[in-house]
């Protein structure tokens, strides 16, 4: 018989061995986890997926996924879709907006590097009341391509790139022969009549008088033939630009002016544009402190203003640059858009308004020339004729703008500066009759 006391020992010691290598296998499985582990990183088996590099979407969502959770996931993903599309519409309009800020911003950081580029390099200031700013700007790239016909005429006519220009109809013809002959008296080469009809061009033909009729053009022969002066002297803003444009400086004359010296003699061509005045003494020429009283305001009642009077339209130098440019066409395009207003007083807002809210003013440079020089009806007669000492002077041109007679005017002052006829000018009031339409 088996001794029954060896039983539990021998059931003790067969518990340690089953034990030990259960211990023994877990550590062989985690010392081989770990050799294979190092040895291939990644995986030791690979496999093909149907959806390997496929963008994860609804569809693979539906086929993994149970119909209830690809529903609630899909709700989901269409509330995310809607929100960032909201968000994506206020960065469109704010990227909208930031571009349109950029774009005004390079347009005047490339407007002011057009600045620099034209006027030359940047300079130091020198010291105190030394530096004078620049008032001439360059001149424009000749383009004969405009008019062919003209620039062939310019080349011939014009004296250094400058000529005097008049635009005449028939019904100025007595004042423009007067104004030719003048001219040619004085021996100035360089002028030209733009005819706006045919018998002008027969005219000026027929004196030796250098000509050129435009090619037709309805919107400019309707007003040509027909207008009366301040019409005919309206449409000059029109057709100069073509001059400018072939690079020619042009001294704009009306007809009712009388030379007596060469005025290209006395310009300064330090400006776009250089005027005779309307004005008779210096505070009118040239400008002045004019103080406006209003007694309601108490302490602050008097408000000082500056003042100049118009600059003439009817006779004006303008150099071929960028503002000159400009401004004939801004003076043009408000004349056709209201042809009763006056192309003077038009000219002058032009030159002389502010940049302000609303509005960007013409930047360019002007000169007032001297009102003895370039003399005005105004000035010789309420004032130089009755000067002995001022009738002593010889101005370059007469304008006879301030009176409505003007060829026998024209004539007394060719009489009196010409032909030394001492009372030519004492038959004529100092004003004129007001005569109403």
């Known amino acids: 018989m088996a001794d029954h006391r060896d039983g539990p020992l021998m059931r003790d010691k067969s518990k340690e061995n089953v034990q030990c290598q259960i211990t023994l296998a877990i550590v062989i499985g985690i010392v081989l986890g770990s050799v294979f582990a190092f040895l291939y990183p990644y995986e030791l088996f690979t496999y093909y997926s149907p959806f390997q590099n ?138 030209l009549v733009v005819a706006l009809d045919d018998h002008i061009e027969s005219i000026c033909k027929s004196n030796g008088v250098p000509v050129y009729k435009r090619d037709p053009d309805e919107g400019i022969d309707s007003i040509g033939k027909t207008g009366d002066n301040h019409a005919v002297s309206g449409l000059k803003f029109r057709i100069l630009r073509e001059f400018l444009q072939l690079g020619y400086s042009v001294l704009v004359s009306d007809v009712d002016i009388v030379y007596l ?28 402190d004019d103080v406006f009283d209003e007694p309601a305001m108490g302490w602050a009642r008097y408000a000082h203003t500056t003042r100049i009077w118009a600059y003439n339209s009817g006779f004006f130098y303008i150099r071929p640059t960028l503002p000159s440019i400009e401004l004939l066409d801004r003076v043009a395009s408000r004349l056709s858009k ?79 500066y010409v032909n030394g006829k001492q009372d030519a000018l004492e038959p004529f009031p100092v004003g004129s009759v007001w005569q109403k339409k």
């Open 54 to 191: 496929q963008p994860f979407g609804i569809t693979n969502l539906k086929a993994g996924s149970s119909p209830c959770e690809s529903s609630e996931r899909i709700d989901m993903l269409k509330l995310e879709i809607a929100s960032l599309s909201e968000k994506n519409a206020e960065l469109n309009i704010k990227l909208k907006f930031l571009r349109k800020q950029l774009r005004l911003a390079e347009q005047g950081r490339d407007y002011a590097q057009k600045q620099v580029m034209a006027l030359g390099e940047n300079h130091k200031a020198g010291p105190f009341n030394t530096v004078k700013g620049l008032r001439t700007n360059p001149t424009v790239f000749p383009d004969e391509s405009v008019n062919p016909r003209l620039a062939k005429i310019l080349e011939e006519v014009a004296v250094h790139k400058e000529i005097i220009v008049a635009i005449a109809n028939s019904k100025v013809q007595s004042m423009l022969e007067v104004w030719f002959t003048s001219i040619k008296k004085v021996g100035i080469p360089n002028h």
């Open 261 to 288: 010296q060469n005025p290209f003699d006395y310009l300064y061509r330090d400006s776009d544009v250089e005027s005779m005045s309307d004005g008779y003494n210096n505070k009118t020429a040239y400008g002045f």
């Open 338 to 416: 209201d042809p009763d207003s006056w192309d003077q007083a038009v000219f002058n807002e032009e030159l002389f308004y502010p940049s302000h809210s609303g509005y960007d003013g013409l930047h360019a440079s002007k000169r007032t020339l001297d009102f003895y020089v370039f003399m005005n009806s105004k000035v010789l007669f309420k004032m130089v004729r009755k000067d002995a000492r001022l009738k002593k002077l010889k101005p370059v041109i007469v304008h006879v703008n301030y009176h409505p007679d003007k060829l026998p005017r024209m004539n007394a002052i060719v009489d009196f």
